[in-house]
């Protein structure tokens, strides 16, 4: 069982090393000369492994055990992001490894956050892979595998159900692969869609693939070290309009696609998600205001902010530290609250909170009336009666990883505030925080042990926790 495992984390490299094939198309280009060598050694290095392992075919299709499946995905997040780590060192643009490690890590998991000071330093296409680790990482890397390589001779369902975002993690179609395969759709069509939206909004064509990346993955890194704020009003509202789009669930667009509006129009987590944009949003507008005095530009910074923290994407218009506190105040507590189940988006999830909200109300209404009977309505079904037991433990062990990063964090010498909210974005794959890690921040100042354990809790948060706290679980290693 373990040279098929072995086989599925190749073919992976595989897969990614071919999309590498992009920034070196980019560098010959651009003829940046001095990183050529830092994608062919890798691309190279990976092919030879893929040479050897094709002859090493399965003989019958096999069902993954749970267990393994879980340390199939991660090893292969932790696999993709040393792979993706090799250019940035080979190139000697970022020559530490701790260094190109958490860049890596911080692309594969859409966290955003960098060690980078200045990011116009690095050739264009080193940028761009920064940004297609985004888009690979968003969707799920394991995913593609699943999608692309249907002849593994391994059932995918159980790494899937490993590596999918939220409580919710079921099939949109009868074969896993075909579901792999629809989502993969479903996200190229919107990456095309905002390339050429993007276009019209008078960004080059370098800049709207770089940014489509980053914004469908729900990344943030950029090209630029004001961040968006450089570009167009036009091309920060189609910006803030996709990365709404990516924080939905994207099993939500199967439904569209096959004209089940109703059942769209059902989805609870849909509702909330889009409510607390609004609202959050419309306070926002009100707090700033006064600092534009226009009402286009004051809603646009006001949408964009709230689209970008809650969905984790990163991205900024303005330093936010700076605004009023009210509206500092609601980006900080959306940075709790994450996108939906299912989506490119990090943190909790709508769905979790809702939950949670709905089991509150009703430990309320059972002081009131202590015989009655009181379930969780989703989608206007009734929910699994142990819903509540798992949100609740997963939002438990949310928390403990977020405490235990700050303690971390706060042995490098920074303030409460810059630890916990670091720490925040960690876990949650958020990017920026408060203090002296807002937009105009990096993570370049803490120590080597606090960007490995950085880098932990990325990987962490990107896979719900679980895949990865389950190997500290003496339960696991038993036979």
Not at 14 to 20: G, Q, Y
Not at 175 to 181: C, G, L, N, P, S
Request: net charge positive.
């Amino acid at each position: 069982m373990m040279y098929f495992l072995a086989r599925i984390i190749v073919f992976l490299l595989c897969i990614i090393a071919c999309f590498m094939l992009i920034p070196l198309a980019f560098a010959i280009y651009f003829s940046e000369v001095d990183v050529y060598l830092s994608f062919i050694i890798p691309i190279a290095f990976c092919f030879l492994l893929g040479l050897l392992a094709f002859f090493f075919k399965a003989k019958k299709k096999q069902r993954l055990p749970m267990r393994l499946g879980f340390v199939v995905v991660a090893l292969s997040w932790l696999f993709s992001c040393l792979l993706g780590s090799i250019p940035f060192m080979i190139s000697g643009y970022i020559p530490s490894f701790f260094d190109a490690f958490f860049e890596s890590v911080s692309g594969f998991t859409t966290t955003g956050a960098s060690i980078l000071s200045s990011v116009e330093a690095l050739p264009f296409s080193l940028n761009i892979w920064r940004a297609e680790m985004h888009w690979l990482g968003g969707m799920g890397i394991v995913a593609i595998t699943v999608a692309l390589m249907p002849l593994l001779g391994i059932g995918g369902f159980q790494l899937i159900k490993a590596e999918t975002t939220g409580p919710d993690k079921g099939k949109i179609t009868p074969k896993i692969r075909e579901t792999a395969k629809k989502l993969w759709i479903f996200y190229v069509i919107l990456t095309f869609l905002q390339v050429i939206l993007l276009l019209f909004a008078k960004m080059s064509f370098t800049e709207s693939v770089f940014h489509s990346f980053a914004t469908l993955g729900t990344g943030g890194f950029s090209m630029k070290n004001s961040g968006l704020a450089s570009y167009s009003a036009s091309a920060q509202w189609i910006c803030t309009v996709f990365m709404i789009l990516a924080g939905v669930n994207f099993s939500l667009y199967f439904l569209l696609w096959n004209k089940k509006r109703q059942e769209l129009l059902k989805n609870t987590e849909c509702k909330v998600y889009f409510s607390i944009i609004f609202i959050a949003s419309f306070f926002i507008f009100l707090s700033i205001y006064p600092l534009y005095g226009k009402i286009e530009e004051a809603l646009r910074h006001a949408f964009f902010q709230v689209a970008s923290i809650l969905t984790t994407t990163g991205f900024a218009t303005r330093d936010f530290t700076l605004w009023p506190g009210a509206a500092q105040s609601l980006l900080f507590f959306l940075m709790f609250i994450g996108g939906s189940s299912g989506s490119t988006a990090g943190g909790i999830k709508v769905v979790r909170w809702t939950v949670l909200f709905k089991q509150a109300t009703n430990e309320i209404k059972k002081m009131l009336h202590p015989h009655g009977v009181y379930t969780i309505r989703l989608n206007q079904k009734a929910g699994r009666k142990d819903l509540v037991f798992s949100v609740s433990a997963f939002v438990f062990l949310y928390f403990i990883l977020v405490a235990i990063s700050t303690v971390i964090a706060s042995r490098d010498g920074v303030d409460l505030l810059s630890s916990f909210t670091a720490s925040l974005s960690m876990v949650g794959n958020i990017g920026p925080g408060f203090g002296l890690l807002g937009p105009a921040g990096n993570y370049g100042f803490f120590s080597n042990t606090t960007k490995l354990w950085f880098s932990f809790a990325m990987l962490a948060g990107r896979l719900e926790l679980y895949t990865l706290l389950i190997y500290f679980s003496p339960a696991f290693w038993k036979k």
